[in-house]
């Protein structure tokens, strides 16, 4: 197959899949985009230099991967009329389009994967959940990690159903992370402490934690141990978070999220 990669729809999201694969070695012209903004088109070719067209049609022939980064509502509209060379891989990056609805739209000739990256992607430290249905091949499958890795890690699921916790936990995830940043610095600026100066200790706080776990050496529940000394101030606020029931929060809290995606999906497929 072509090392052509096109992306139908140039946001954010796609371009720093973009962005991550220049980085890694791919000519921008094997980079092809359709985005119909003409400001948006302009800023990719003064930027990355690929090529870019206003139709999806005019950039899926002869490529060897199709990833399909548009919203889910605009995506029945996106993949009208298309026609991707046979055995091409398609990689969604759309939230609650399922397998069956790509397949519906664009025929059972080519190699489906699912994914759900996360925001941080943007900084090239995101993680992405990938799905792929058995007895896709393992060049199609190489094609799709190919381009999530250019955005950080992956992980691969054995059920597409996966993805809604994928999406309750990584792609829902950062605002949990900015959430908690958030409390923390007002519950600082409560305690007395200047507003710049309480976002400042909040969030070095949070990244440099994020970095030991990200370190691999401990797991995270022997960091916590670690860090909170038996009748100190760390082990009053934790018995604090325990006791108002910080877990079972988040166990619900998640468990929403992913309901809420498997409805989108439901809703999604019911419009096909």
Known sequence: MSDVIAFIGGGNMA??????????????????VAEPDATRAQALRDRLGVRVAPSAAEIVTGAGTLVLAVKPQQMGEALRGLKPDAGACVVSIAAG????????????????????????????????????????????????????????????????????????????GPAYFFLLVEAMREAGVALGLAPATAAQLAARTCIGAARMIEAGTTDVAELRVQVTSKGGTT????????????????????AAAARRSKELGDQLGSAQ
Do not use: K
């Open 235 to 254: 082990q009053a606020a934790l018995e604090h978070l325990e006791s108002a029931g910080l877990r079972p929060m988040f166990r619900e809290a998640l």
């Open 15 to 32: 371009t720093s899949l973009i962005g991550g694969l220049i980085a890694a070695g791919h000519a921008p012209g094997s980079l092809h």
């Open 97 to 172: 389009i399922r397998l069956d609805f790509l397949r519906a739209a664009l025929g059972p000739t080519l190699h489906y994967v699912r994914s759900m990256p996360n925001t941080p992607a943007l900084y090239g430290c995101g993680i992405s959940g990938l799905y792929a249905e058995p007895g896709t091949p393992e060049s199609a499958r190489q094609r799709a990690e190919t381009v999530l890795r250019a955005a950080g890690q992956t992980v691969w699921l054995n059920h597409e159903a996966e993805l809604d916790a994928v999406t309750a936990v990584s792609g829902s």
